[in-house]
């Protein structure tokens, strides 16, 4: 679960990408999301197409994250104030933790 980057759903496909490869897998992100909820590993929904792991994003910007690749994943319009407020809820449990 740590070595996922991300999910990318194109039609009913999901990509799933990991540090060093990409699996190909068919379902709803929105299925993938739900069973997330569980796992110990933070993920955002940044985009209908993207769920990105929390770990994995090196920074955000308004419209965009950036992911430990070098990939920029852009934050849908409706969901950035959300994922910003995530964002910064994640790095202050994070750096409050480590």
Do not use: W
């Amino acid at each position: 679960m740590r070595e996922i980057l991300y999910f990318e759903s194109n039609r009913r496909k999901v990509s799933i990408v990991t540090e060093k490869d990409t699996f190909v897998a068919y379902g709803k992100l929105n299925n993938i999301e739900e069973s997330l909820k569980q796992s110990k590993v933070p993920f955002l929904r940044v985009h209908q197409s993207y769920l990105v792991n929390y770990k994995h994003v090196e920074g955000q910007a308004y419209d965009f994250v950036v992911m430990d690749n070098g990939k920029r994943i852009s934050i849908s319009e409706d969901r950035r104030k959300l994922i910003g407020e995530q964002y910064c809820s994640m790095e202050d449990t994070f750096y409050v933790n480590e």
